[in-house]
């Protein structure tokens, strides 16, 4: 069946270092995809998001590109602090108010 | 501030024995979910309110059930919890149809003895 994925299930970096989060989604049809932070006990904790009209969206140490022809979206960090170590989701918003989920990536800083 | 609560945030059930997890929001949005997250693992979507419209997954076991009395609150209903039902609920919310994002509240972490 369709999905949203993620490639590496965990990454681990060096503090001060960029970090890059990788997905694959399958639905070519999608048009609006979100990057979600989920810290641990927490709930997911929107980043950024991105619609299909667009191939990249800076925010504030975040950058989120879109690759609709090889159907590929990440997310960089700019020099990623102890405070970005957390679970990260890549959702993609398949309309009728229904987001899937990819498998999750975790983001480890090392000091 | 605008958000999305959820109440408790931990809750302790026995097996068999009905649990209600609360959701209420001041975002005033149209659009109320609910989640399952197990360890480890991507959110599952369990159902959805639409205002008042009722939105089942075509895989959310009878054992879960919904109420959105207004727009603020919604509960999850759990009728006979058994141990595979512990997990993390999460509630979120979105102003209205496709392309918007949701917004999660904190989850309530159930375990089921």
Not at chain 1, 40 to 63: A, E, H, L
Not at chain 2, 74 to 85: H, K
């Amino acid at each position: 069946g369709e999905s949203v994925g993620l490639h590496l299930p965990t990454l681990s970096v060096q503090e001060g270092d960029n970090s890059i989060i990788n997905c694959a989604y399958s639905n070519s049809a999608s048009d609006y995809f979100i990057w979600y932070k989920q810290e641990s006990g927490k709930g997911p904790q929107f980043i950024i998001d991105i619609r299909s009209n667009m191939d990249k969206r800076q925010g504030q140490r975040v950058t989120v590109l879109l690759n609709k022809t090889v159907k590929h979206l990440s997310l960089q960090i700019a020099a990623t602090q102890p405070g970005d170590s957390a679970v990260y989701f890549c959702a993609e918003n398949r309309g009728a108010q229904k987001l899937v989920f990819g498998q999750g990536t975790r983001l480890t800083i090392n000091p | 501030d605008a958000m999305v609560i959820q109440n408790p945030r931990y809750q302790v059930t026995q097996f068999g024995k009905p649990v209600t997890l609360s959701c209420s929001q001041t975002l005033n949005h149209n659009v109320m979910y609910w989640y399952q997250q197990k360890s480890s693992q991507a959110p599952k979507l369990l159902f959805h309110y639409y205002d008042k419209d009722f939105n089942n997954e075509a895989d959310t076991p009878d054992n879960f059930q919904s109420r959105r009395p207004n727009t603020s609150f919604c509960f999850l209903d759990i009728r006979s919890p058994g141990l595979g039902d512990a997990a993390m609920y999460l509630c979120a919310t979105s102003r209205d149809a496709s392309q918007e994002t949701q917004y999660f509240g904190p989850g309530t972490r159930l375990l089921v003895l």
